[in-house]
């Protein structure tokens, strides 16, 4: 489907018009700008990298990818002659069509047809093989088979006990946060429609799952009753308080919890967007189901009901769902050099936090805390 007549009316409408010479760039590749084009007369040469990769000639539309998704732009425009051309802003253009409902509907079709067919070429490709491979390097890292969770596994700490309950007490600073890490991921992402994909994680954290989620939850031994509009932190405590934490002892969190959380928080809310999306979803999500596989055989030890520990084999099984939520949305951010560096910046952050907070916890469980002895105490 191209765009009808009634919708380049209207992006006529709502644009202002110019013109360049051959050589110009009209959009560099890379650049934050929403800016759509329609191109009036002459032609246009689309480069990646700096290699042609496509040309566009009068009475077509450029821009679009960018224009939709609000994020940098994956490619340059480079007049191949004199060209005349009308220029809109995403404001202006919204507007206009919201006269005209079935411009506005001929624009929206054929916009997502353009931008399936983007990400079915070969770049669509690439981006799919650089996630997968940086996914990869994710399930692979320490942070996610780190020595601390190897020895839970398999029962070979020197107080197995003493380790879960000190697990379970420090754990609780950062996991109880989760739905504070995932308003803030919301909060930084442009697409409504990225938003609604990831409040629909935020609703399954507090309690709330789709028929399909608690059929599958059933085969693997989770009843209902369990996790049923119980939201997360709440089944985390209740694995506290079976692991024999002190309910007075989860008030306080130790200084190196709040160091993680803070740290981790950085990380979402300070950088660039997809660096947000590769800590909360590459980093972390993107590993959740691999590393709480090692608490699994861990809790036998606790000889209590499965229902007092179903946090844990809930987040191996639902994460996966929130995994391709957050997957679907890096899409978008990996088509550029720029997006996919900060991804991965993103996901080695998280997990060298992470890897980190696992070093203190495996010395503690090595020693029964008295490794932190040297360390400053708060009066």
């Keep these: 489907m191209g765009f009808s007549k009634s919708a380049i009316q209207a992006i006529q409408k709502a644009g202002t018009p110019g013109e360049v010479s051959a050589g110009d760039l009209l959009i560099e590749e890379g650049v934050f700008d929403e800016t759509l084009y329609y191109l009036e007369s002459g032609k246009v040469e689309i480069l990646r990298g700096g ?3 496509d040309t566009i000639s009068s009475g077509d539309v450029f821009g679009e990818v960018a224009f939709v ?3 940098p ?3 340059s425009v480079r007049a191949m002659e004199s060209c005349s051309f009308v220029a809109v802003q995403r404001q202006d253009l919204l507007r206009s069509l919201a006269e005209d409902s079935e411009a506005l509907f001929n624009f929206v079709h054929a916009i997502e047809e353009r931008r399936n067919a983007h990400m079915e070429s070969h770049d ?3 981006v799919d093989a650089f996630l997968e491979g940086v996914a990869t390097e994710a399930t692979s890292h320490r942070a996610v088979h780190h020595p601390y969770l190897l020895a839970l596994r398999d029962r070979s700490l020197p ?4 380790a879960l309950a000190d697990f379970a007490r420090q754990y609780l600073g950062y996991s109880s946060h989760f739905p504070r890490y995932l308003t803030t991921v919301i909060g930084r992402l442009e697409v409504p429609e990225h938003r609604s994909a990831l409040m629909e994680n935020l609703t399954e954290e507090s309690g709330i799952y789709e028929s ?3 059929e599958e939850l059933a085969e693997i031994g989770v009843e209902q009753e369990w996790i049923d509009g119980i939201p997360h932190p709440v089944l985390f405590r209740r694995f506290c308080l079976a692991a024999g934490v002190d309910q007075e002892s989860l008030s306080e969190d130790a200084v190196e919890v709040v160091c993680w959380r803070e740290m981790f928080l950085g990380v979402l ?5 997809a660096e947000a999306l590769g800590a909360l979803g590459l980093g972390t999500e993107n590993v959740v189901s691999t590393m709480y596989q090692h608490f699994l055989p861990a809790l036998e030890v606790l000889e209590v009901p499965p229902s007092e520990t179903v946090f844990f084999p809930l987040h191996a099984a639902v994460d996966d769902h929130h995994q391709e939520t957050l997957m679907e949305i890096s899409k978008h951010y990996a088509a550029t050099s720029e997006g996919r560096r900060d991804l991965l910046k993103g996901m080695r952050k998280a997990l060298t936090l992470r890897a980190g907070f696992w070093d203190w916890l495996h010395a503690r469980a090595l020693t029964k805390g008295q490794s932190d002895e040297g360390a400053t105490q708060l009066l």
């Design 124 to 126: 669509g490709q690439e």
């Design 51 to 53: 290699e042609v990769v």
């Design 69 to 71: 998704e609000k994020r």
């Design 269 to 273: 809310s300070g950088g660039s967007t």
């Design 212 to 214: 399909e989620e608690m």
């Design 159 to 162: 107080d197995m006990k003493w």
């Design 73 to 75: 732009r994956t490619a």
